[in-house]
């Protein structure tokens, strides 16, 4: 079993950054994908970005641009650098994790076994 922690969520104004991280425990197989997605309250939850066990990445259109994943295999961390936030960022951020060789690139919620618990990121106007 895998499990996925969040953390770095906060309360941040508008313009601000904020990096989540992501660490991951239990048994960490050599291939895998892990995304980060959002959920705002009433709404689905949305990709962000994924990153490939290659270390390739790959963002969801509308999020092109402010949002940076990367990781550090050694310490088995996912992170999301996030720039210019804004007040529609607010929302519910996850990680999660598949045992893949690569990321479909659909950025679906569905391609995703493994999630964390969520950390919340609150951008004020």
């Known amino acids: 079993q895998v499990q996925l922690v969040e953390s770095g969520g906060g309360s941040v104004q508008a313009g601000g950054s904020l990096r989540l991280s992501c660490s991951a425990y239990?048994?960490?197989?050599?291939?895998?994908?892990m995304g980060w997605f959002l959920q705002a309250p009433g709404k689905e939850r949305e990709g962000i970005a994924e990153?490939?066990?290659?270390?390739?990445?790959g963002y969801a259109d509308s999020m092109k641009g402010r949002f940076t994943i990367s990781q550090d295999k050694a310490k088995n961390t996912l992170y999301l650098d996030m720039n210019n936030l804004k007040p529609e960022d607010t929302a519910m951020y996850y990680c999660?994790?598949?045992?893949?060789?690569?990321?479909?690139?659909?950025?679906?919620?569905?391609?995703?076994?493994?999630w964390g618990q969520g950390t919340q990121v609150t951008v004020s106007s």
């Open positions: 999660a994790a598949e045992f893949l060789a690569y990321c479909s690139g659909g950025y679906s919620p569905r391609d995703f076994r493994y």
């Open positions: 239990g048994y960490i197989y050599s291939i895998y994908c």
């Open positions: 990153i490939d066990s290659d270390g390739s990445t």
